[in-house]
């Protein structure tokens, strides 16, 4: 995987959308979206709408493993995210992987852009609740699309249409349908 931008600009990122959600920024929404911060239950942690292998999943997003993201996140949602420092001791070998896209097509993310996609989903081998992030780049060269599964991931980063770049950041996020 290419290592192209550092990890601390997705932190700033991250910092940035905390920033633009306090302000009231808009969150345009492709086909799938979140639904916590429009009508999400007091109290509970938001269910967020992303891809696995071209279908739409729904997952909680419960914990993440910094202080920092947990309160970013928990102003995009306006619902409870934790913060939980020992999900980033988790060996990679226990983790499923959430892609995380930095630029391209605008959506729900926190950044503004398209639905976070997942490696796996219940059921299968690979699947676990625990999720390394996985921060995706169009270059500058690309015309972006939407990409729903790791394999056109994958494909578009081989073609040199993207990089990936894995972060620090570890969440609970167990997938709830789909």
Do not use: H
Not at 19 to 35: D, F, R, V
Not at 53 to 75: C, F, N, P
């Amino acid at each position: 995987m290419s290592l192209k931008r550092p990890i601390s600009a997705l932190v700033l990122a991250l910092a940035a959308a905390a920033t633009l959600a306090a302000c009231g920024g808009s969150n345009n929404s492709t086909t799938a979206s979140t639904t916590a911060g429009d009508g999400a239950t007091a109290g509970q942690p938001p269910q967020v709408s992303g891809f696995y292998d071209g279908k739409s999943v729904d997952y909680l997003l419960t914990d993440i493993s910094t202080e920092k993201d947990a309160k970013a996140l928990s102003d995009f949602y306006k619902a409870p995210v934790n913060a939980t420092p020992k999900l980033g001791t988790v060996p990679d070998s226990s983790l499923a992987k959430l892609y995380l896209f930095m630029n391209g097509v605008k959506g729900p993310n926190p950044f503004g852009y398209q639905p976070n996609v997942l490696d796996s989903v219940p059921g299968e081998a690979a699947y676990s609740p625990l999720w390394r992030v996985y921060a995706v780049t169009w270059s500058d060269s690309a015309t972006p699309e939407e990409l729903k599964s790791e394999d056109d991931i994958l494909a578009a980063e081989k073609a040199g249409e993207l990089t990936i770049e894995k972060t620090p950041l570890v969440k609970n996020s167990p997938v709830v349908g789909g």
